[in-house]
């Protein structure tokens, strides 16, 4: 893997330094990189999907394992590095572009690499792009068998966020519904170059058989919790006054930022059979 030192002269080389607008922080410590690669359960073969590996010091960590890789990459500058140092390895495939085509929907060609084949993300995600990348995996690729992630510490938070707190919101509810999600570990802004503002932590995400998925839409869902969440403290009975009788036994006076996992399931599934 990559050293710091190797890093800052490689960006020298190159004539370049990181990019504070892409929240280019990159992460030099080989224990923690090592960490969440083990915490992935990658093996030889099995297909990689790595969005903003920047250098690509973990790349080179899982390429070395004997996965396939499919590294997406924003920045024009740090796709042209990947090509000349990883550009040759036969299970290397790269996409220089966002990984998102809108808020809500993987990019075309990314999803084209992947072929339909079971993938696992392993990345140390663009902040930016974190929380729509998660949620449009969790909702929309079942192909995706797992998300290990380095993320802001706050939307870490936000997926293990119980109700009635202000971090609760659409994330949590997806996420804790159709996923086991667990903390990695708790990274100290040290670990990164150069040294980000916010704190860093890293998730790993694993999709659960759920018996809502035989009735259940999950983009629907998400997308009918949204809108309860766009008025999270107003009453639900006012929120749904448009939507005919509310189900017998609900109180009307709940709010969307109190309602469990649970809950927002059982009310979505009273609004999709009306």
């Known amino acids: 893997m990559q050293t710091l030192t190797e890093i ?23 224990n923690l990189i090592t960490k969440l690669v083990d915490a992935s359960g990658v093996q030889t073969g099995d297909l990689v999907l790595e969005v903003g590996p920047g250098t690509g010091t973990m790349t080179e960590e ?36 966002d990984c998102l085509a809108s808020k809500h929907e993987i990019s075309r060609e990314v999803m084209a690499k992947l072929d339909g084949r079971v ?29 290990f992630v380095t993320i802001q510490r706050e939307v870490a938070d936000r997926l293990m966020a119980k109700p009635g707190g202000k971090m609760y919101g659409v994330i949590s509810v997806v996420a804790q519904l159709f996923a086991q999600v667990e903390l990695v570990a708790k990274l100290p802004k040290e670990c990164f170059w150069p040294q980000p503002e916010i704190a860093s932590a890293m998730v790993s995400i694993v999709p659960r058989v759920s018996v809502a998925d035989e009735e259940v839409g999950r983009k ?55």
């Open 8 to 30: 800052r002269t490689l960006l020298e080389e190159w004539g370049l330094s990181p990019k504070h607008k892409l929240g280019q922080n990159f992460l030099v410590d080989h």
């Open 62 to 97: 899982l390429l070395d394992r004997g996965c396939e890789v499919v590294a997406c990459e924003l920045d024009a500058d740090m796709a042209g590095i990947l090509r000349e140092r990883l550009g040759e390895r036969q299970n290397f495939m790269l996409i220089e572009g």
């Open 119 to 147: 993938f696992r993300l392993v990345a140390n995600l663009p902040y930016g792009a974190a929380t729509p990348l998660m949620l449009a995996l969790l909702t929309d690729v079942p192909a995706c068998q797992g998300q």
């Open 220 to 274: 629907l869902f998400a997308q009918f919790c949204q809108k309860l969440f766009n008025q999270r403290r107003k009453q639900l009975g006012s929120v749904l006054k448009g939507d005919g009788a509310l189900p017998a036994g609900f109180d009307v006076r709940v709010r969307a930022e109190t309602l469990t996992p649970e809950g927002f399931l059982d009310l979505y599934r009273w609004h999709a059979a009306r």
